[in-house]
Nanobody, 126 residues
């Protein structure tokens, strides 16, 4: 079992930056692939970014590529997502998710993640 707690969301203006954090507990953090997903009102949940257990080979959705950086600190059992040049369309609830590294399936698919946080709201005003 893994418990995930996100933080760092808030209300910002277009062009601002935010760093989201997700603290994990309850299991060996380094055995999990970590991902960020988001869900805007009235829309489906979508993949944002993911990082493997070693902290390399990150993957990004095209919508955030070049503006966001996912990273992790296995010693602190925490995954981060630095988001820059925020746009109003980035407004959503952002969720942290974890899946065992040995699990088969695309890391961009939320259906392949076993554990989820409660989410943190990011609102970007124009």
């Amino acid at each position: 079992q893994v418990q995930l707690v996100e933080s760092g969301g808030g209300l910002v203006q277009a062009g601002d930056s935010l760093r989201l954090s997700c603290a994990a507990s309850g299991s060996t953090f380094s055995t999990y692939v970590m991902g960020w997903f988001r869900q805007a009102p009235g829309k489906e949940r979508e993949f944002v970014a993911a990082i493997n257990r070693h902290g390399d080979s990150p993957s990004y959705a095209d919508s955030v590529k070049g503006r966001s950086t996912i990273s992790r600190d296995n010693a602190k059992s925490t995954v981060y997502m630095q988001m820059n040049s925020l746009k109003p369309e980035d407004t959503a609830v952002y969720y942290c998710a974890a899946r065992l590294a040995l699990k088969v399936g695309p890391i961009t698919s939320g259906g392949h993640y076993e554990y989820w946080g409660q989410g943190t709201q990011v609102t970007v005003s124009s």
